[in-house]
């Protein structure tokens, strides 16, 4: 069951990504990028993480997405791009060679390590308990032992905050590009003579 | 022979990551950059949550929330960034941005 759980999560995962990648239409990349999320927040829940599942499907499909979305529709960028052309000669099949790369080496130490590839020492915090629930578990860690670091991401968050309030804010010196002076009033003769006096 | 469930996991969460990777290396509009951005977190959550059930410690998924939350920080400056930057250039890529100025 579990593994049949996986399959079809892996699938659908992998075909998000792949959607976000190559979809022309940003609008389709966004609904790509939720089908993977929400395969992912399956997976969650497969390896019993029950709570990031949950927080997953709030905070990035519920908050992440919409506001990628919200930007989208705001820019009104929803028009089809053009990836036939490639900007930089060769830069997709390098791209493509790096990314095989990073995940055929990645691969090959899964397969050749085995069990042995995930090193360091077991239940160095706490062990995950079957009968305490999840949310306890995780709640008593991130108040004990990471107390520092969730300190540290309220201040991180504040700070996107202000930033994000600063970097949008419309800047009172930003003038649309006026419209170029007439030639005329240059000193330089009409290029078109106007027909009302041409037939005087 | 039974499957080994939890590399299949991490195999799985390498090659979202690479996906993501040539994403953000391909792509040239700023908001596909972000959501492959986007999977290259996500790839890593998964990964946390894998080492966390393989070496049976709740702390992988204690991490999580820690990239949720800076994934979210990242989201929030990217998007005001773009949105920024669209203002004064609304047909602008990822190549034309060469200058940290409008």
């Given amino acids: 069951m579990e593994t049949a759980v996986f399959i079809v999560c892996a699938l659908i995962v992998l075909g998000g990504a792949l959607g976000v990648v190559m979809s022309r239409n940003p609008v389709h990349a966004a609904l790509s990028l939720v089908a993977t999320l929400f395969g992912i927040a399956v997976l969650f829940l497969n390896l019993g993480a029950q709570l990031l599942a949950v927080v997953q499907v709030i905070v990035y499909t519920g908050a992440i997405v919409?506001?990628?979305?919200?930007?989208?529709?705001?820019?009104?960028?929803?028009?089809?791009?053009?990836?036939?052309t490639e900007p930089i000669v060769g830069q997709r099949i390098l791209a493509v060679l790096v990314?095989?790369?990073?995940?055929?080496?990645?691969?090959?130490?899964?397969?050749?390590?085995?069990?042995?590839?995930?090193?360091?020492?077991?239940?160095?915090?706490?062990?995950?308990?079957?009968?305490?629930?999840?949310?306890?578990?995780?709640?008593?860690?991130?108040?004990?032992?990471?107390?520092?670091?969730?300190?540290l991401t309220a201040g991180l968050l504040t700070i996107a905050v202000v930033g994000a309030v600063v970097l949008s804010r419309r800047p009172k010196d930003l003038q649309p590009i006026p419209e170029p002076e007439s030639m005329t009033e240059l000193g330089d003769d009409p290029l078109t003579t106007i027909i009302e006096e041409a037939a005087h | 022979m039974s499957p080994n469930l939890p590399l299949a996991y991490l195999a799985l969460s390498a090659i979202l990551f690479a996906i993501g990777g040539v994403g953000l290396l391909v792509r040239r509009n700023p908001l596909v950059m972000i959501m492959c951005v986007e999977l290259m977190l996500n790839a890593v959550n998964l990964t946390f949550v894998t080492f966390g059930k393989m070496l049976d410690d709740i702390s992988g998924q204690v991490i999580v929330f820690f990239v949720m939350v800076v994934a979210a920080a990242e989201v929030v400056i990217g998007l005001a960034l773009i949105v920024a930057m669209a203002r004064r250039r609304p047909d602008a890529n990822a190549d034309d941005l060469r200058l940290l100025r409008g």
């Fill in chain 1, 66 to 84: 919409v506001l990628i979305l919200f930007v989208l529709m705001l820019l009104g960028v929803d028009e089809d791009e053009d990836l036939d």
């Fill in chain 1, 99 to 151: 990314g095989l790369f990073f995940a055929g080496a990645v691969l090959a130490v899964i397969v050749v390590g085995k069990d042995a590839a995930v090193t360091g020492a077991r239940s160095a915090t706490e062990a995950i308990s079957p009968s305490v629930a999840n949310i306890v578990q995780i709640g008593r860690q991130l108040f004990t032992t990471y107390v520092f670091p969730l300190e």
